[in-house]
């Protein structure tokens, strides 16, 4: 090889003739370009595959964004860095400028979660510490925003970098938006889709700042503290079980079974029925109490309850002062009469009857209100 041979080689390999980035990652956002002072010739070739894009700047202002396909590097397509570098006619020297490519496919599957609980007020449970978390999706939007205003001059930026940013946005506008719907403790899990939904709007204004979309988010899951969580399950399990008498016989009618087909238990059988047996005890006595309370609702005048009435006797409701009295068999109803609290207008009511009537309508009680004649002269 000659001198002049050597020569020419070295001159070529001061310019850039290719322009391009093989993405082998999948967590780069932004790659630049390493020039390594060698300078971009007129009428280079940029190659900007799908999924990326080109951002030129020069000496830190932002230029020409190209995006997917070939392009030659000349005045005529590069206006932007073209008037930053006051170029007024074609330039056949090299030039020098800051390339960035930027990845604008979407990064899938980022999670999210609160750090902390997100104290909220419940309308059937009261105050509630509540944590969430989910995933959600973003992209480039604005290639030339995101270089100059997130990325700067780092050489390789990636997800990480941002990740956390984001993160907190979500986090942070989620307790907004959970606490501003008011949806029941309950009723969350049905409302996952719309609450990402509502997040989604309310957060891609930011995401837009920053030249990203924010393309998918998905709240997972929305936990209660575990000691809420155990009282839930156990107020689930009473409502299954249902009548406790009827549970705890067919518990017992079990183990009888089972010792049956065991006869081996002995007294160890005999020891859980007999505590089965207890519990039916204790369950009896427990309803026979609030059936007892139930019954005896009305009380005298020391305050005191009072029995029901003799069986056969004849017992009535009154409608005294627009509320209910009662019952009154016929003697203490004949003393209300007696000192006015009852009239023949009063409404009564007692059991066969189809509603409410009058007292003087009725022949057990209509001679309560015949007054007696005057003494005759003396």
Not at 128 to 155: E, M, N, S, W, Y
Request: proline share 6%.
């Amino acid at each position: 090889m000659g001198l002049f041979d050597s020569f020419m080689n070295k001159a070529k390999g001061q310019f850039i003739d290719v322009i391009e980035w093989v993405d082998d990652s999948r967590d780069t956002v932004v790659w630049k370009f390493p020039r390594y002072d060698n300078e971009i010739k007129n009428g280079a070739q940029l190659i900007v595959r799908e999924g990326q894009a080109a951002v030129f700047l020069h000496e830190g202002e932002l230029g020409d964004v190209f995006m997917p396909g070939r392009h030659e590097l000349t005045t005529n397509n590069i206006p932007i860095l073209t008037t930053l570098k006051s170029w007024k006619y074609a330039f056949d020297a090299p030039f020098k400028c800051d390339v960035y490519f930027v990845t604008t496919r979407q990064f899938l599957n980022l999670k999210w979660g609160t750090k902390n609980p997100i104290m909220l007020r419940d309308a059937e449970f009261g105050p509630l510490r509540l944590r969430a978390f989910g995933t959600f999706c973003f992209q480039v939007k604005d290639p030339g925003a995101f270089v100059k205003g997130i990325a700067g001059t780092i050489p390789d930026f990636d997800q990480s970098m941002i990740e956390g940013q984001l993160r907190d946005i979500l986090c942070s506008r989620f307790a907004d938006a959970l606490g501003e719907q008011k949806i029941p403790a309950l009723d969350l899990a049905a409302n996952y889709n719309e609450l990402g939904g509502k997040l989604i709007d309310q957060i891609r204004p930011e995401f837009n700042e920053y030249g990203l979309e924010l393309t998918k988010l998905l709240v997972e899951n929305i936990s209660l503290p575990e000691e809420v969580e155990k009282a839930l399950d156990q107020r689930t399990k009473m409502g299954v079980i249902g009548n406790m008498g009827t549970y705890t016989q067919m518990k017992t009618a079990d183990a009888i079974g089972d010792m049956a087909n065991n006869p081996g238990q002995g007294a160890g059988g005999m020891g859980m029925i007999a505590g089965l047996g207890m519990g039916g005890v204790v369950t009896g006595a427990m309803q026979a109490g609030m059936n007892s309370a139930a019954a005896t609702g009305a009380t005298g005048a020391s305050g005191g309850a009072m029995p029901p009435p003799l069986p056969g006797a004849v017992s009535y409701f009154v409608a005294i002062n627009g509320a209910q009295a009662g019952p009154f068999n016929l003697e203490l109803f004949k003393s209300k009469v007696a000192s006015g609290e009852i009239t023949a207008e009063s409404l009564v009511w007692k059991e066969g009857m189809a509603g409410w009537e009058k007292a003087a309508g009725q022949s057990d009680l209509s001679g309560m209100f015949i007054a007696p004649p005057p003494l005759p002269p003396q």
